[in-house]
């Protein structure tokens, strides 16, 4: 077995680890992929999903999530898992920053991006700008259940403008 396909294995195994809710274990072969070759990037944006969502670490997983771009640039599922820490954390030039480049990633879904986008604008109170993002969302997904939410997104910023 070449050293990609071991690291994969690991990384996928780690995977189950955490849909079965076994974060100890995950962590550490999360950790082992990580000594094994620091350079694969794709164990930094679990491990971080792990700091931020299982064990509210949140500087820890921010810090992850940054060598995960660093060593990745071009895996999407950073771009959703820290621009949902980036939202959290109120941080929104720096979301922005990431959405911005989100956006062009290959394989990137950009309904899930302009989504992350209206959310940001809906929490700053930029309700018109909102409303515009949360149809791209549903202009650019073949998803019902996507469609749906950007409709009550949309809504919902429309009753919010009423208190305006």
């Known amino acids: 077995m070449d050293h990609l396909t071991k690291l994969e294995e690991l990384l996928n195994q ?3 680890d955490i849909k079965n809710g076994a974060y100890d274990e995950a962590t550490n072969k999360l950790e082992k992929i990580i000594d ?3 350079n694969f990037g794709k ?3 679990h491990l971080g999903y792990l700091y931020e969502v299982k064990f509210k670490e949140f500087d820890k997983g921010e810090t992850l999530y940054k ?3 660093e060593k990745s640039p071009m895996y999407p599922p950073v771009y959703y898992n820290y ?3 980036l939202s959290t954390l109120g941080k929104y030039d720096e979301l922005k920053e990431l959405l911005d480049t989100a956006i062009n990633i290959p394989g990137i879904t950009k309904s899930t ?8 604008y809906e929490q700053q109170g930029k309700l018109d700008e909102a409303i515009e993002y949360y149809k791209k969302c549903a202009m650019d997904t073949l998803d019902k259940g996507v469609l749906e939410r950007a409709k009550g997104s ?8 009423e208190f305006l």
């Open 83 to 85: 621009s949902v820490l």
């Open 14 to 16: 780690a995977n189950t």
């Open 67 to 69: 060598l995960c771009l």
């Open 154 to 161: 949309i809504d919902r910023c429309k009753m919010k403008k």
């Open 36 to 38: 094994m070759d620091p």
């Open 113 to 120: 991006i302009y989504n992350e986008y209206a959310i940001m």
């Open 43 to 45: 164990a930094y944006n």
